[in-house]
Structures are given as structure tokens and as C-alpha cells.
């Protein structure tokens, strides 16, 4: 019996890999561009971390966590607290004030597998500490908005503000009571979210529910005075920068941290999963986690899902990821020179590839085509004893004889001379 990988789980074979390293890199070299420096934090957390951060109440947490239950641990289902944990623990704040750190990783959540939606995924994470200004807001956005555009995807925004401790409390009470009065009209889910997490009815996908939330009260003009003022401010600093964006009163997001700004990226190219990156302000999280009273906010982007997009959307040719140089050893008199030869190539930075079995040159120049060789250096067994092997472009197919003189050291330099300068642009 053949062992599988989990349901949900999946391998990113090398065909793939290009793609996900040129997300990455994208992301990398953006991300520095506005001052981020990454971090790296452990897959394990104290399941409480979670629980304190994402809410007890979340879909998240209740129902999605992979927990070690007698351990009191879990896998974590997303960075944020993960990052704002060892942002506490290590101070980082005392050294410089305005933090901006991203992480990429794996996270995990056990939902339904399908398109776009697997139980270990992949985000780009992206977060700023310790800086409340909405500039900060429209400038993280912007950085998002950047990394989508470099990807050349075509993904709208949806923006939303869900207040903060002051305004929305009295705003859940109105919708609780609102629901309240339409309980036959709502899923089961939502008749029981009414009491548990009124506001992640607004966001819930049943025809049915969104009907009845159509006719309810906005959190958007019951904003207190400062949070309302920041959203102005964050619209107007998007404008400012010629970012596109579309309110969404209804986007309430599965993670109880968030106060004012939120916003999505969002395609309708990837079926039931729309949003290819999310986040958020969350200005209270850090001293709920027993840190500092400092603000945050941040993003985080499915890297499966930027992947997909970009097959759909534009197929990018990704550069096909190539050897320099194979060394085709014919006869078995050859195999020890030409693996001293390859390591020296190697150790001189080449991509070197060399093949042991003494197979016939054509079966070795075919496998040099497989892996993408730009030159094959064939060493035959009667020139390699008159010193003199030959350079093969499997370019332009030309071929020119290689003198075998000198050291090992001496002949990869050479080697590589040649092979540099006829592959240069
Ligand atoms: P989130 O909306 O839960 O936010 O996830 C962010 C992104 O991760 C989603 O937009 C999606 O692209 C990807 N994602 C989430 N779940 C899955 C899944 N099961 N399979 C594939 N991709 C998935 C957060 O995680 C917040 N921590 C974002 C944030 C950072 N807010 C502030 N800072």
C-alpha cells in the first residue's frame, strides 16, 4: 500500500517551486523597499496565544485548530499573534519605536480542502508596530497593492472600518437586537452567531442571511468621532497615492483582533475563495497580550492562491532554471577526470552536472536537454588521452575543441570563461 500525503496537504513539486520562489522574491524585495526586516517564528504556540488574540468565539479557533490538547499547544492557524508574541517577548520595541516586520511560512487550519482553500497554506505576512498614523494605514495598502500589481494580477480592494472599543459595542447591541427580530430568516449558524459574534452575520455567505442583513444597521455611521476621522483620513491618503478601492460595510473579517481600517484583496477568478490577502488594523491586541500599548496593522497573502491567480491570470513565463555546464564522460577512463572536473566547476560557482553511468553520448546529451544544460563538455576517451575534450552550445549546436591543459583548477577557470561569456545577454 502506498502511503499519500493528508488530505488537505500537498506537495509543491519542482515544476511548481518556480513560481512560489518568484513570489516570494517579489515579496521580499518589496516588502524591504518600505523598510520591512523579516522574522521567523516557531510553528508551535501556546494555544492560548490564539485563543487571547483570534477570540475564543472564531471559527479560527473553535473549529479550526489543529491543538494538542494535552499539551496545551497548537499549530498556528495565521502569524499575527505569532509575530506580535515574540514582538512582546523580545522587546523589540525598546530598540526602535515603529517596528515593520514580515514573515513567510506555513500556517495551518483544518477546514474543508478545495480550491484555493488547504488545511497547511502558505502566507505572506506583513506588519507594522507601534505606529497609528492612517498614513501607515494607506501606505501598508499600497505596499499590498504594489507586491499584486509587480504579480501582474487583477485584484479589486474592499475596505471597511469596524471601529473600536468604544463605538462598536454599542453598535453590536443594535444588530443583536435587529437579528434578534429576524431569527427565522437566518442559517443556523447565524441564529447561533447572533448571541456568540453578532458581526460576522453581516459577512455570512447564505443567500438567506444576506437578504436580511441587506436592511441593517451600518457600523460606518455609528463611528465615534476619532475612528471616523481615521477612515477619512485613510480614504483620503489611498486617493492620494491612486489606489482604487470600494467600501464593503458588510466585511467584518473571522478574527476578533481587528479595530478600524480592514480590507481585502479580492478575485472573483478563484471560485468560492475571493480573497487572496486580508488585514487590518489592531490597535488593542498588543496590550491584550500583556505588551506595551501600541498600535498595529498588517496583512497577509495565501501564497497558494497567488500562485493559482497567476497561472489563471497571466501564465507568466517564470525563467526555466537551468544548468551551466554537463560534463558527458565517455568511456571509463574519463569518469575520475571528469568528476574532478565538475567539482572544480562547482566550487568555481558553475551549475555543473555530470552523469556516472557511461551511457552513449546521445543518451547523455538528451538528459543535458532534460535538465536545461547551456553546454555540454564532451570528454571522449581517445581525445582525452591527446588532451583535448570538445565544448558543445546546445544553443546554437556549434562545437569547438577545449584544451585539456593545465590543472583541474586551471581548466574549470577556463571553462567557465568561455561558458560565461557566450551565455551573457
Ligand atoms: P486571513 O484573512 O485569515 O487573515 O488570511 C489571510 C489570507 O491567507 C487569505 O486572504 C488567504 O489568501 C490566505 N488563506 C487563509 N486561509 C487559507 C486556507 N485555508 N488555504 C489557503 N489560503 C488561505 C489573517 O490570517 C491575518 N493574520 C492577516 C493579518 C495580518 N491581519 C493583520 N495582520
Request: proline share 5%; hydrophobic share 40%.
Amino acid at each position: 500500500m502506498k502511503i499519500q500525503a493528508i488530505n488537505g496537504f500537498k506537495d509543491i513539486l519542482p515544476e511548481a517551486v518556480g513560481r512560489w520562489q518568484y513570489i516570494e522574491q517579489q515579496a521580499r524585495d518589496i516588502f524591504e523597499r518600505f523598510g520591512f526586516q523579516e522574522i521567523r517564528m516557531p510553528i508551535l504556540e501556546k494555544t492560548e496565544l490564539f485563543v487571547r488574540s483570534i477570540g475564543e468565539a472564531t471559527d479560527v479557533v473553535e473549529k479550526e485548530m489543529y491543538t494538542f490538547v494535552d499539551k496545551g499547544i497548537a499549530m498556528r492557524p495565521e502569524a499575527t499573534a505569532s509575530v506580535m508574541r515574540a514582538f512582546i517577548e523580545h522587546g523589540l520595541h525598546v530598540q526602535q519605536p515603529v517596528q515593520r516586520l514580515y514573515t513567510i511560512g506555513p500556517m495551518f487550519r483544518h477546514e474543508r480542502p478545495q480550491k484555493g482553500r488547504m488545511r497547511q497554506f502558505h502566507q505572506l505576512d506583513a506588519e507594522i508596530i507601534g505606529a497609528s498614523e492612517p498614513r501607515i494605514d494607506a501606505e501598508l495598502i499600497a505596499m499590498g497593492r504594489m507586491l499584486l500589481d509587480e504579480l501582474g494580477l487583477n485584484v479589486s480592494l474592499e475596505l471597511n472600518s469596524l471601529g473600536c472599543p468604544v463605538c462598536r459595542p454599542p453598535f453590536k447591541e443594535r444588530l443583536v437586537l435587529f437579528l434578534e427580530e429576524r431569527q427565522e430568516a437566518l442559517c443556523d449558524d447565524c441564529k447561533r452567531r447572533t448571541r456568540t459574534n453578532p458581526l460576522r452575520v453581516l459577512d455570512c455567505k447564505k443567500p438567506s442571511c444576506r437578504a436580511v442583513v441587506q436592511e441593517a444597521p451600518s457600523l460606518l455611521e455609528v463611528l465615534c468621532p476619532d475612528c471616523d476621522r481615521h477612515f477619512v483620513e485613510v480614504k483620503t491618503a489611498l486617493e492620494e497615492l491612486r489606489i482604487p478601492f470600494q467600501i464593503n460595510r458588510f466585511m467584518v473579517r473571522g478574527l476578533d483582533y481587528y479595530t478600524r481600517t480592514t480590507f481585502e484583496f479580492l478575485t472573483a477568478d478563484l471560485g468560492a475563495q475571493a480573497a487572496v490577502g486580508a488585514g487590518g488594523r489592531y490597535d488593542g491586541l498588543i496590550e491584550q497580550l500583556g505588551g506595551p500599548p501600541l498600535s498595529g496593522i498588517g496583512f497577509a497573502m495565501g501564497l497558494e492562491r497567488l500562485a493559482l491567480l497567476m497561472e489563471q491570470q497571466n501564465n507568466r513565463l517564470i525563467p526555466a532554471k537551468g544548468m551551466d555546464i554537463f560534463v558527458a564522460a565517455l568511456g571509463t577512463a574519463t569518469i575520475a577526470f571528469a568528476g574532478q572536473l565538475t567539482h572544480a566547476l562547482r566550487h568555481q560557482g558553475a551549475k555543473a552536472a555530470i552523469d556516472y553511468s557511461g551511457r552513449s553520448l546521445k543518451a547523455q546529451l538528451k538528459q543535458a536537454g532534460r535538465i536545461n544544460a547551456r553546454f555540454v563538455l564532451i570528454v571522449g576517451e581517445d581525445e582525452w588521452m591527446k588532451g583535448e575534450a570538445i565544448l558543445r552550445d546546445m544553443q546554437t549546436q556549434e562545437q569547438r575543441p577545449f584544451a585539456l591543459s593545465g590543472s583541474t583548477e586551471e581548466q574549470a577557470r577556463r571553462l567557465l570563461a568561455m561558458v560565461w561569456t557566450a551565455a551573457a545577454p
